[in-house]
């Protein structure tokens, strides 16, 4: 199979270099196929680009864009700038054989800006050439014929012969589209690639019989040979509305420009393609804008080419725009960075309103404000995820990923490649490349649950990342990176970990940073009330039936329990008792496990003036439904009360109410 891989690219990098495009196509379709049953999209992703460019030559735009799109997220998840950039000549191409020359110009013009291959930079400089050339503007050739593809080089010399300069030999539709040129009979084409050179020789020559029928049978539009002033201001208006700010130096390409911002401190800040000035020079021009340069507002300058020659509601219309975009981007920038004050009760879904927690609230908006290591300390059970993820949503970094991973429930030979991402053929079963989770979560938040129980291997790799903020997939030499914030979590002791060896020391003090610890529920019974009602009212909602309501006896079952699982086994408890109780009114002690039926009531000594009513009205109460046998009615009536205001005492004071006895006959 590797050998016919081997001969399919063979024959297709011949193909075109040959000039042969038409069979290039095939050839790439085929070596596609092949490649992508075998070596995945890394290997593909060079056939893919042929495939792109050869597609948007001939005219098959919507297979060109489908495949750049393709190549645009391989390339974006694996954070291969380099051949991010390079795409931007499909695109150029896309545009080019379309006619929609001033957006070819900007991505050729981006090709050219950034560092590539010869035969790339080769042909975003042939389209910039012949778009000058259909444009009428005497400009000095970029491209320089000195590439190994025939075809490239054919096109090459087909300009040079335009301008009368000494050119190679030309290519058999080159030879005939030229001698149509100067007078000569219409060439015959036989495809595509052919039919869009006619098109783009008869803009050039003006000839608009050709162009209008060329244009109508490949249902395409095309941009007037030159602009007027008027034109060459509605498209860098537009420009202006509707690319992302801050602007690429080739965005209003062939025009030059420079946009500079001075903050409060004097300092100038600029972007675009016209070389920067100095902070003298730039106060100078504020003081009084000269030639081609504006004044946006008092503290911002605008350059554009021949911005002198606009008319005057255009100039004012672009500084203005100008301005707006820019200080739109800045409020953008301060609400991002904006932080979350805290909150005295509960937040991001965490209930509870004992002092614990409110300690616990105030750290977790101090903390998300930085990116400072977080460890968060509390038994199993206990909400240690719900802290890590509020942390996130009041960090700055709220619009980005947030990925959980448990470290204990991950098997100790695949929780490197979960977490670093993998090369095809890095380990049995690994029969593509994968990104890791780091690498998914750039500029966002990882939380590693059970940090304590990683395996040492994957606590250096971790270690190093933290560190340098670079890591390596399995399998891989090549070092990449990402800004991920790491949180970490554990419900056991570090320090024992560490003086075991199962945990590396330096990896323990580069994760502490500020630790959170959450107390167990059992240190919290003010919050037990809140956190029941709250789940059972989760589980009413989700199920639309069912008891919505505690009856005193659980209540009172639920503060004396000491909930070894914490809010987790509370939680459950609630589910399993709302299912067990069905349409009943309010869940009772028998729908509870038989741990909690059986629990002891633990009365809790008072001291106060209103802890000692408190005991008087239990202790009368409760002497009173003995005496009643538990029969409430017969309590209240010798209390003198309501059969309600008594259900209410017993609510409140948590008394437990014994079933009736049955009389014996």
């Known amino acids: 199979m590797h050998d016919r891989v081997d001969a399919t690219l063979d024959l297709l990098f011949a193909l075109f270099c040959s000039g042969e495009w038409g069979g290039a196509r095939a050839a790439a379709l085929d070596a596609l196929l092949l490649v992508d049953q075998t070596q995945g999209d890394r290997a593909a992703g060079g056939i893919l680009f042929m495939l792109a460019f050869l597609a948007a030559d001939d005219g098959q735009w ?58 790339i930079r080769e042909t975003a400089a042939l389209m910039l050439d012949e778009i000058d050339w259909i444009q009428r503007r ?55 690639s052919e039919k ?16 209008e029928k060329i244009a109508s049978e490949l249902h395409i539009g095309h941009e007037a040979v030159s602009e007027d002033a008027s034109e060459s201001e509605l498209r860098i208006l537009c420009a202006a509305s509707a690319l992302a700010f801050p602007f690429a130096r080739n965005d209003f390409s062939p025009m030059r420009w420079r946009f500079a911002t001075r903050n409060r401190l004097g300092q100038w800040q600029e972007i675009g393609s016209v070389a920067s000035l100095s902070a003298a020079e730039l106060d100078a021009i504020l003081a009084s804008p000269t030639d081609d340069w504006i004044a946006c507002s008092d503290r911002e300058l605008l350059y554009i080419d021949d911005l002198s020659q606009w008319s005057a ?25 904006d932080p979350i004050e805290a909150r005295s009760e509960s937040i991001e879904g965490i209930v509870g309103e004992s002092q614990a927690m409110r300690d616990v609230y105030e750290v977790i908006a101090r903390v998300a404000k930085r990116d400072v290591p977080v460890c968060i300390l509390g038994e199993s059970g206990t909400g240690k995820e719900l802290v890590a993820r509020a942390i996130h949503h009041q960090s700055s970094r709220r619009h980005k990923p947030y990925t959980p991973i448990n470290c204990a429930a991950l ?6 490649s979960e977490l670093f991402g993998h090369t095809r053929g890095a380990f049995t079963g690994a029969d593509r490349d994968r990104a890791g989770l780091i690498e998914t ?21 971790l270690l190093r990342f933290l560190q340098e903020g670079e890591f390596r997939r399995v399998g891989e030499t090549v070092n990449r990176s990402a800004d991920v914030r790491v949180v970490t979590a554990t419900n056991r002791k570090l320090e024992a970990a ?99 039926r059986g629990i002891k009531i633990v009365r809790t000594p008072l001291g106060s003036y209103q802890d000692a009513v408190a005991r008087f009205r239990r202790e009368l109460i409760e002497k009173s439904l003995l005496q009643a046998n538990g029969n409430q009615n017969q309590a209240a009536a010798m209390l003198k009360i309501s059969r309600q205001a ?14 009736l006895k049955q009389q014996r006959t």
């Open 646 to 659: 008594l259900a209410y005492q017993i609510r409140e004071l948590g008394i437990l109410v014994k079933p």
């Open 196 to 211: 869009l050179m006619l098109f783009r020789a008869a803009l050039g020559r003006g000839r608009n019989d050709v162009v």
């Open 441 to 461: 979560t750039d500029r966002g938040t990882l939380f590693l649950d059970e940090i304590g129980e990683m395996p040492l291997t994957a606590q250096a790799k």
């Open 313 to 337: 509601g255009a100039r004012e219309a672009v500084a203005s725009l100008f301005h707006v975009r820019a200080e739109h981007h800045r409020l953008r920038r301060l609400v991002d960075e």
């Open 411 to 416: 098997p100790e030979n695949l929780i490197e």
């Open 498 to 596: 560490v003086e075991q060896g199962r945990f590396r020391e330096d990896l323990y003090y580069r994760v502490r940073g500020v630790e959170i610890v959450l107390p167990p529920l059992r240190d919290r019974a003010n919050d037990i009330p809140l956190l029941a009602s709250h789940f059972l009212c989760a589980e009413q909602k989700k199920h639309r039936s069912g008891p919505a309501r505690l009856s005193a006896e659980v209540e009172a079952a639920f503060a004396s329990y000491h909930w070894p699982g914490n809010i987790r086994e509370l939680q459950n408890t609630i589910r399993a008792a709302h299912a067990l109780a069905g349409d009943a009114r309010e869940i009772d002690l028998e729908h509870l496990p038989e741990r909690l």
């Open 62 to 119: 919507t297979h060109a864009t489908h495949l750049l799109e393709r190549l645009r997220k391989f390339y974006g998840d694996m954070r291969d700038e380099k051949r991010l950039a390079e795409l931007e000549m499909i695109a150029a191409a896309i545009d080019f054989s379309r006619g929609r020359f001033s957006a070819a110009e900007r991505a050729a013009n981006a090709v050219l800006a950034t560092k590539t291959s010869d035969q």
């Open 138 to 192: 005497d400009k000095p050739l970029r491209s320089i014929g000195k590439t190994a593809n025939v075809e490239l080089t054919s096109r090459h010399a087909l300009l040079r012969a335009r301008r009368r300069l000494a050119h190679g030999a030309l290519g058999p539709f080159a030879a005939q589209l030229f001698d149509w040129e100067n007078g000569g009979s219409l060439p015959e084409v036989g495809n595509g």
